[in-house]
């Protein structure tokens, strides 16, 4: 559907998009939006975030699968020509409803626990590692 008041179309997933193609959801100033994925197979990460975070995935059957994350404010890629982050550095987290679900998905999809879940002040917290073995963070609100 074409909106000529803002240039804006809506796909049939519901991404509305401008005029050149992006999605609206990832204009935000200052705001974090796009990420390669460091992945020695593209398709087997591709479809770990997806199965585990239920994350939009697109281009399974290419050398460079795309997602966007469950917020759409993220998109990106795996690449197989970065080194997978098995160290803390810059450290992701994703927000998740359900610690110990998501952790058990991860160790069901080929990932690992590292730490936790575990209190964190007012959160709970986790640290895994992807089906590829980058060290990814998991987080959700402490229940009362």
């Not at 998109?75 to 098995?86: F, L």
Request: proline content about 5%.
């Amino acid at each position: 559907m074409v909106r000529s008041d803002d240039e804006t179309t809506e796909t049939e997933t519901g991404t509305q998009r401008d005029a050149s193609g992006v999605a609206s959801g990832l204009i935000r100033p200052g705001g974090i939006s796009y990420l390669h994925i460091p992945a020695t197979d593209v398709r087997r990460a591709a479809d770990f975030y997806g199965i585990v975070f239920g994350w939009n995935v697109s281009g399974h059957d290419t050398d460079r699968p795309r997602f966007d994350d469950g917020t759409g404010h993220v998109s990106g890629a795996w690449m197989t020509d970065q080194a997978i982050s098995r160290e803390p550095g810059l450290l992701p987290y994703i927000y998740v409803e359900r610690i110990e679900e998501s952790v058990e998905q991860i160790k069901a999809h080929g990932g690992e626990v590292v730490t936790g879940p575990c209190p964190e002040g007012n959160l709970r917290g986790a640290t895994c590692r992807d089906s590829g073995g980058n060290l990814i963070g998991l987080w959700q609100q402490a229940r009362r």
